[in-house]
């Protein structure tokens, strides 16, 4: 079994500690005001990081062990710099490698993660259709993404960014999500999107 499932009493309630001063901060970059663009993705990013510590992906089947952990923005990049320098970081042990797409029929099937921007919302029907059931963690912070069939939405509050998570989506593609990770977010159990592309 996976280091993330083995959630013991005391594992979680520090895991859960280490999520929640992630969020403090979230609460204290925003409590002073209105977020700028840059700050906002920059903070997004760093949640990136974060959420991939959270997730177990299943094991490639028929495929060697990966060389690096892609994580790949889709649509619009927003990010800038702010993504990049998470190529310092690793992944289960892996180094991460930023990949950029324009299109969705672009996307390499081996990223495991993929942040689909809001400037795709009017084709995210379809693109969220065409990664069904495949071991890539989606996330975005377009609106009624989770609803739609999307694994992780961020979602900007007042003085915060929260999560929704679609459950269904996570288990139908193999992903385990960490039992303190779903305690702070909003669980949404929709199983496919009953939208028309």
Same mark, same amino acid.
């Given at each position: 079994?996976?280091?993330?499932? *083995?959630?013991?009493? /005391?594992?979680?309630?520090?895991?859960?500690?280490?999520?929640?001063? !992630?969020? %403090? @901060?979230? *609460?204290?970059?925003? /409590?002073?005001?209105?977020?700028?663009?840059?700050?906002?993705?920059? !903070?997004? %990013? @760093?949640?990136l990081y974060k959420l991939s510590r959270f997730i177990e992906w299943p094991p490639a089947m028929g495929k060697t062990r990966p060389e690096n952990f892609k994580l790949c923005i889709l649509g619009r990049d927003d990010f800038g710099r702010s993504l990049d320098v998470l190529e310092e970081h690793k992944v289960n042990g892996l180094p991460i490698t930023i990949h950029r797409y324009t299109h969705s029929t672009g996307v390499d099937g081996d990223c495991q993660m993929l942040f689909?921007?809001?400037?795709?919302?009017?084709?995210?029907?379809?693109?969220?259709?065409?990664?069904?059931?495949?071991?890539?963690?989606?996330?975005?912070?377009?609106?009624?993404?989770?609803?739609?069939?999307?694994?992780?939405?961020?979602?900007?509050?007042?003085?915060?960014?929260?999560?929704?998570?679609?459950?269904?989506?996570?288990?139908?593609?193999?992903?385990?999500?960490?039992?303190?990770?779903?305690e702070l977010a909003i669980v949404v159990h929709t199983k496919k999107n009953k939208d028309t592309p």
């Amino acid at each position: 079994m996976s280091k993330h499932l *083995l959630l013991q009493p /005391a594992r979680v309630k520090r895991v859960g500690c280490i999520l929640l001063a !992630l969020f %403090a @901060a979230a *609460l204290h970059a925003n /409590a002073t005001g209105p977020t700028s663009t840059s700050s906002e993705y920059k !903070l997004k %990013a @760093a949640l990136l990081y974060k959420l991939s510590r959270f997730i177990e992906w299943p094991p490639a089947m028929g495929k060697t062990r990966p060389e690096n952990f892609k994580l790949c923005i889709l649509g619009r990049d927003d990010f800038g710099r702010s993504l990049d320098v998470l190529e310092e970081h690793k992944v289960n042990g892996l180094p991460i490698t930023i990949h950029r797409y324009t299109h969705s029929t672009g996307v390499d099937g081996d990223c495991q993660m993929l942040f689909i921007s809001d400037s795709k919302r009017p084709f995210m029907t379809t693109i969220l259709r065409s990664f069904e059931n495949q071991p890539i963690l989606t996330v975005s912070d377009a609106r009624d993404f989770a609803k739609n069939g999307g694994m992780i939405q961020f979602v900007l509050g007042q003085k915060h960014i929260g999560f929704k998570i679609n459950t269904y989506a996570a288990q139908a593609a193999g992903l385990k999500i960490a039992a303190p990770l779903l305690e702070l977010a909003i669980v949404v159990h929709t199983k496919k999107n009953k939208d028309t592309p």
